[in-house]
């Protein structure tokens, strides 16, 4: 199960940090990622790291603004948003998969996150 949390209002030049907590799988075993899904728009890839959070990606339109890290310990993920724009208003999930490297599509995860809201008010 992953509980995602840390969504809410923010003006845009804000931050937000978003984290998720895994229970009842083997946490250091999946790569985690966040998605997310704005109001009539697909779900898309944000960033992920690997098990071992050694390696990461991040969408194009996130770049140098959002940082993804993960606590194996703790078995949680975190999102930090930094520079946040009105574009970034949308539901972010967490989501894991069970594999080596990294994913950018969400076909390869297994595991998903009921989902936290972010909005950035112009």
């Known amino acids: 199960q992953l509980q995602a949390s840390g969504g809410g209002l923010v003006q845009a030049g804000g931050s937000l940090r978003l984290s998720c907590a895994a229970s009842g799988l083997p946490f250091s075993s999946y790569a985690m990622g966040w998605f997310r899904q704005a109001p009539g728009k697909e779900r898309e890839f944000v960033a992920v790291?690997?098990?071992?959070?050694?390696?990461?990606d991040y969408a194009d339109s996130v770049k140098g603004r959002f940082t993804i890290s993960r606590d194996n310990a703790k078995n949680t993920v975190s999102l930090q948003m930094n520079s946040l724009k009105p574009e970034d208003t949308a539901v972010y999930y967490c989501?894991?998969?069970?594999?080596?490297?990294?994913?950018?599509?969400?076909?390869?995860?297994?595991?998903w996150g009921q989902g936290t809201l972010v909005t950035v008010s112009s």
């Open positions: 989501a894991g998969a069970p594999i080596l490297g990294i994913a950018t599509t969400n076909r390869r995860y297994e595991y």
């Open positions: 790291i690997s098990r071992s959070g050694g390696g990461t």
